[in-house]
């Protein structure tokens, strides 16, 4: 039996979010006066806590406004590593350390599933020691450079089971022969929950619905699940 561990970032991993400080970075470090475009931002988000659109137009309204068409290529990758370095330094929760270590000791695989963007979750993970990122793909163009357009569909909900099957797909693993362990913060994440064998809500005060495990990984000495 194959164990996996599927980890969640924002405010999973992480203590906070990830997008809008990576896009305020981005605008700051390259032309700060883009961040006047940053009042847009927080009314494209208001917009979307009313319905009127959903998180994928979202995230590419932002990337365009606050970065640009293009989000990753040779020249921006020095200001995207620096935020990743910004990340690993500030924003990484202890108790997630301590259970990515424990994991990783057991040999269980650690791959790391998120609606952020592969433009920096790619680099997260691989500096957490993460044997795979399913992040919110990018299209690409001609010469290797990632695009504010979204690939796909926004790695999120249901979507993010559909993506681990395909992963495990690609591994030539089955489904029945895999152990699955989620950590999400958020009850919006309720089919990857459900999805695993062991589901575990992240969070002093998340609210575990009935068969999820609950963990505090705010200190490291909170990071062990418990039902």
């Given amino acids: 039996m194959q164990a996996i561990?599927?980890?969640?970032?924002?405010?999973?991993?992480?203590?906070?979010?990830?997008?809008?400080?990576?896009?305020?970075?981005?605008?700051?470090?390259?032309?700060?006066?883009?961040?006047?475009?940053?009042?847009?931002?927080?009314?494209?988000?208001?917009?979307?806590?009313?319905?009127?659109?959903?998180?994928?137009?979202l995230k590419q309204f932002?990337?365009?406004?606050?970065?640009?068409?293009?989000?990753?290529?040779?020249?921006?990758?020095?200001?995207?590593?620096?935020?990743?370095?910004?990340?690993?330094?500030?924003?990484?929760?202890?108790g997630a350390r301590a259970q990515i270590a424990a994991d990783r000791e057991a040999g269980v695989r650690l791959v790391l599933v998120t609606a952020a963007p592969e433009i920096y979750a790619e680099a997260l993970?691989?500096?957490?020691?993460?044997?795979?990122?399913?992040?919110?793909?990018?299209?690409?163009?001609?010469?290797?450079?990632?695009?504010?357009?979204?690939?796909?569909?926004?790695?999120?909900?249901a979507h993010k089971v559909a993506r681990v099957e395909a992963w495990l797909a690609e591994q030539s693993l089955a489904?029945?022969?895999?152990?699955?362990?989620?950590?999400?913060?958020?009850a919006s994440d309720a089919p990857i929950l459900n999805y695993a064998d062991t589901g575990v809500l992240v969070g002093r005060y998340a609210k575990a619905q009935p068969g999820w495990a609950q963990a505090d990984w705010s200190a490291p000495e909170m990071s062990r699940a418990a039902t």
């Fill in 5 to 57: 561990a599927l980890y969640d970032l924002d405010r999973t991993v992480t203590r906070a979010p990830t997008f809008t400080p990576f896009l305020v970075h981005m605008a700051a470090s390259g032309n700060p006066l883009r961040l006047l475009g940053v009042p847009l931002w927080v009314l494209a988000m208001l917009g979307y806590k009313a319905k009127f659109y959903g998180r994928k137009p």
């Fill in 125 to 157: 993970a691989q500096a957490l020691g993460f044997e795979a990122c399913i992040a919110t793909r990018h299209q690409c163009d001609g010469a290797g450079n990632l695009l504010a357009l979204i690939d796909g569909e926004n790695n999120y909900g």
């Fill in 62 to 94: 932002g990337l365009n406004l606050l970065v640009g068409r293009k989000v990753r290529n040779g020249r921006l990758q020095p200001r995207i590593d620096a935020f990743v370095a910004g990340q690993l330094a500030r924003n990484i929760q202890p």
């Fill in 175 to 186: 489904r029945a022969d895999c152990h699955l362990t989620a950590y999400t913060d958020h």
